[in-house]
Nanobody, 115 residues
């Protein structure tokens, strides 16, 4: 069982920045893919960014050029650096990890972009 703990959410003004962190309970070397998803009120959960074990990165079109996903093997942590935030980025952000075709999720962290 992989445990994922997110942190770094909060309230930020439009145009601001936040960095989300997701710490895994085991070495991320053992995980296949990791990523970030988000769910806004009344909407389905959607992909934000993913990074594979081989380093391939994928971003949704809505965040491309503004968000950056990265990982730190020493800290077993995946980060999501978010810049130029917009009100439409407001959502609960979830960390995801895949291991042997099983999906694991964190508890979520709220990001609110508002003046």
């Amino acid at each position: 069982q992989v445990q994922l703990v997110e942190s770094g959410g909060g309230l930020v003004q439009p145009g601001g920045s936040l960095r989300l962190s997701c710490e895994a309970s085991e070495s991320i070397f053992s995980l296949n893919d990791m990523g970030w998803y988000r769910q806004a009120p009344g909407k389905e959960r959607e992909l934000v960014a993913t990074i594979t074990n081989s380093g391939d990165i994928n971003y949704s079109d809505s965040v491309k050029g503004r968000f950056t996903i990265s990982r730190n093997y020493v800290e077993n942590t995946v980060y999501l650096q978010m810049s130029s935030l917009k009100p439409e980025d407001t959502a609960v952000y979830y960390c995801n990890a895949k291991k042997w075709y099983v999906n694991y999720w964190g508890q979520g962290t709220q990001v609110t972009v508002s003046p």
